[in-house]
């Protein structure tokens, strides 16, 4: 399974920018999907995950309100709509999957395959 990001750059403060993630090798049923970041000298922290179907959604609670995660199964992509960004969410942005079907419980070390991160820098 590999995972690819797309869509990192600088973006001013107040800004917007949808990160994509584009899965190749899953072999018949698609799987949750998380997208987490970091920082350099940090942990790498959680920030939203789907469910294979799309229907169940989870959010850190520094973005609930401002990120959105969806996903077309027959494109096998996973979208981060990042809306109003903050200086603090500049980071290098990772998609990872497993072979749940439910986000419950989603973290780093959770997850069994990563994409190579895309980074977004938020600044003036």
């Known amino acids: 399974v590999q995972l690819v990001e797309s869509g990192g750059g600088l973006v001013q403060p107040g800004g917007s920018q949808r990160l994509s993630c584009a899965v190749s090798?899953?072999?018949?049923?698609?799987?949750?999907v998380a997208w987490f970041r970091q920082v350099p000298g940090k942990e790498r922290e959680g920030v939203s995950c789907?469910?294979?179907?799309?229907?169940?959604?989870s959010y850190a609670d520094s973005v609930k309100g401002r990120f959105a995660i969806s996903r077309d199964n027959a494109e096998n992509t996973v979208y981060l709509q990042m809306n109003n960004l903050k200086p603090e969410d500049t980071a290098v942005y990772y998609c990872?999957?497993?072979?749940?079907?439910?986000?419950?419980?989603?973290?780093?070390?959770?997850?069994?395959?990563w994409g190579k991160g895309a980074l977004i820098t938020v600044s003036s």
């Open positions: 990872a999957t497993n072979w749940n079907y439910y986000c419950s419980g989603y973290a780093s070390h959770n997850m069994i395959y």
């Open positions: 789907i469910s294979a179907s799309g229907a169940a959604t």
């Open positions: 090798g899953w072999k018949s049923d698609p799987y949750v």
